[in-house]
Nanobody
């Protein structure tokens, strides 16, 4: 089970830190990631991190967002800086285990005002 938190209302240019707490160990999770879904749009990938710590970001968040994982705390984080109104969306965390499939958290709303 994944529990996302940290969303809220922030002004453009501000920062938020999202967290995703797993109910069990994340050390065996192959890939964890953050996705987002704006109103009326499809869910899009934001960033991923592998079990070895390799990260990948989509172009529109590069240099502004940082994904990290703390296996000791079973937590995935997304540090979001220089936020823009177009970053407004519900953010979801995801865990992919090769032998078991994909798991989703419940989402946390991020609203960036201009």
């Amino acid at each position: 089970q994944l529990q996302a938190s940290g969303g809220g209302l922030v002004q453009a240019g501000g920062s938020l830190r999202l967290s995703c707490a797993a109910s069990g160990s994340i050390s065996s999770i192959n890939v964890m990631g953050w996705y987002r879904q704006a109103p009326g749009k499809q869910r899009d990938l934001v960033a991923t991190i592998t079990w070895s710590g390799s990260t990948n970001y989509v172009e529109f968040v590069k240099g502004r967002f940082t994904i990290s994982r703390d296996d000791a705390k079973n937590t995935l984080c997304l540090q979001m800086d220089s936020l823009k109104p177009e970053d407004t969306a519900v953010y979801y965390c995801n865990a992919f285990i090769l032998t078991k499939g994909s798991y989703w958290g419940q989402g946390t709303l991020v609203t960036v005002s201009s």
